[in-house]
């Protein structure tokens, strides 16, 4: 069916997790329509990078250049305008990042070619590319259908494809000659400011304790906050739990706040709106705790007890010594 594209995203010395969600999805198009996965690798010095890599695809094209040493959306677009003129992907997949929402939109409007974004979901059917995307606050999922041609561009959001280590594919390293001739001015990259993070990043835990407006009052906040610390975990809640300033803006899990994807996410009176599943549903294992049987984070729950958090909690946190 022909070659699949996944931008390699790379940041202060680290390949992000973007980059191999999206190579696990590539795997999975490229095994289903007989086609090939290649990682196409911008930067400077990225050696290491690269041998990663290989165990993940087919190929990996890597366009080494002092002038892409960081980020540049400009010279990104120069480089992979020559690589898909050159090759003809049947797909490019980006992140739907800073990195990717900067870039795609831009070189599908130059190379005129059909793009999707923050894509949840994405299927070839009898060779026609067919993509999920979440409308309306998440509320409703829509099949979107790309417009018939050779290549397609997709961004994909991030912690929706979960990724498998599988099997070592032991693809080959291809140098690739940088198209850049000159500096680009008119856009430069200054310095990277990190945004600032609070006593505890949620986003690295393997266990995060979340509570919602079920927990009702500040007052009983102590109550989780012990089970988390039983759990050996982190804290955090939903929107209410944040906007009530019951916990900082950097334990928001949700679409307005971050996504994680513990081994255990633990979700005490919180009701499941579409909103705060986005942020957490990649976890491994989601255990909820909730007073309504019918209440929507049960449906992506793994394991679910339908019950008063004041008596669970405090069940829980006792069978576990704390």
């Not at 190929?59 to 003809?88: C, G, K, M, P, W």
């Not at 929402?101 to 059917?125: I, N, R």
């Not at 999920?132 to 561009?153: H, I, L, N, Q, W």
């Not at 971050?258 to 599943?277: C, D, R």
């Amino acid at each position: 069916m022909g070659e699949i594209f996944v931008l390699a995203e790379h940041r202060r010395g680290e390949l992000r997790d973007v980059t191999f969600e999206m190579l696990g999805k590539g795997q999975e198009l490229a095994a289903a329509t007989g086609g090939s996965l290649s990682a196409v690798l911008l930067g400077h010095d990225v050696g290491d990078f690269a041998t990663e890599l290989t165990k993940h695809a087919n190929q990996v094209l890597v366009i080494a250049d002092a002038r892409l040493e960081h980020f540049n959306s400009a010279a990104y677009q120069q480089v992979l305008t020559s690589l898909i003129t050159e090759r003809q992907p049947r797909l490019v997949l980006m992140g739907h990042s800073a990195y990717g929402m900067d870039l795609a939109p831009s070189l599908a409007t130059q190379l005129d070619l059909p793009l999707v974004t923050d894509c949840v979901g994405l299927e070839f059917e009898d060779g026609d590319l067919f993509a999920v995307r979440e409308m309306y606050g998440g509320k409703v999922s829509a099949k979107v259908a790309f417009r018939p041609a050779d290549t397609y561009v997709a961004t994909l959001r991030q912690a929706a494809f979960p990724f498998a280590e599988g099997a070592p594919l032991g693809g080959e390293i291809v140098a690739v000659d940088s198209p850049l001739t000159e500096e680009i001015t008119y856009r430069r990259f200054l310095e990277f400011v990190e945004a600032a993070v609070g006593e505890v990043d949620i986003t690295q835990a393997d266990v995060v304790v979340a509570v919602g407006r079920g927990i009702k009052e500040q007052e009983n906040m102590s109550l989780v906050e012990k089970l988390a610390e039983a759990l050996g975990g982190v804290l955090a809640g939903s929107r209410p739990v944040v906007d009530a300033g019951w916990l900082p803006p950097d334990r928001q899990v949700g679409q307005s706040g971050k996504t994680v994807k513990p081994k255990l996410y633990l979700a005490l009176g919180i009701s499941g709106a579409s909103q705060h599943l986005v942020g957490m549903k990649a976890s491994s294992t989601i255990v909820a705790v909730n007073k309504d049987p019918d209440a929507p984070i049960f449906r992506v729950a793994h394991y679910g007890i339908v019950g008063d958090l004041f008596k669970v909690v405090p069940a829980l946190t006792a069978q576990l010594g704390g």
